[in-house]
């Protein structure tokens, strides 16, 4: 695992070996058919890669499709910028924003480990999929 600053950005990016233990923790390939896990952009975001190549980013919550958004890897996994202050870390929002949390409520906010956050992301996703409707529009769940 690389982490560190790219400019505004903190990513933490999965060395080769720890890529497929990863899709399966976070569960991508239930949410995201054909995605390799490729790290976290900000916290906020994962960064996937698709079948082709490309890269994207696209919330932890929720993990749907129609959020990928193109994003590209910085060249040269060395020129991340460590900081240990965040290093092991993730900032998590214990009411993720599509549930109607608040980035500047400093209660909603909390520092968790990389496992801590895998579950975190799978509950509640799965909270979002048993809330949102079938088909394709936009989907903006109940706050809760």
Known sequence: MNEGW???DYLI???ESEIGLAKDR???SKQLAGFQLL?????????????????FSIPTVPIDPQYLEPFHIPAG????QYDARFAGKIKW???PLVFGGDVNEKE???WVSHEQHAQLV???????????????????????
């Open 108 to 110: 909603n906010c909390v």
């Open 77 to 80: 996994k060395a020129a991340l």
């Open 39 to 55: 790290g976290l952009r900000g916290w906020d975001d994962f960064i996937v890669q698709d079948s082709a190549g490309h890269t």
């Open 26 to 28: 976070y569960g991508i």
């Open 122 to 144: 799978r509950f509640w996703n799965d909270k979002y999929r048993s809330q949102k409707p079938s088909g394709g529009s936009k989907w903006v769940p109940k706050i809760i």
């Open 93 to 95: 929002y214990l009411r």
């Open 6 to 8: 790219h400019g505004d």
């Open 13 to 15: 990016l999965f060395a």
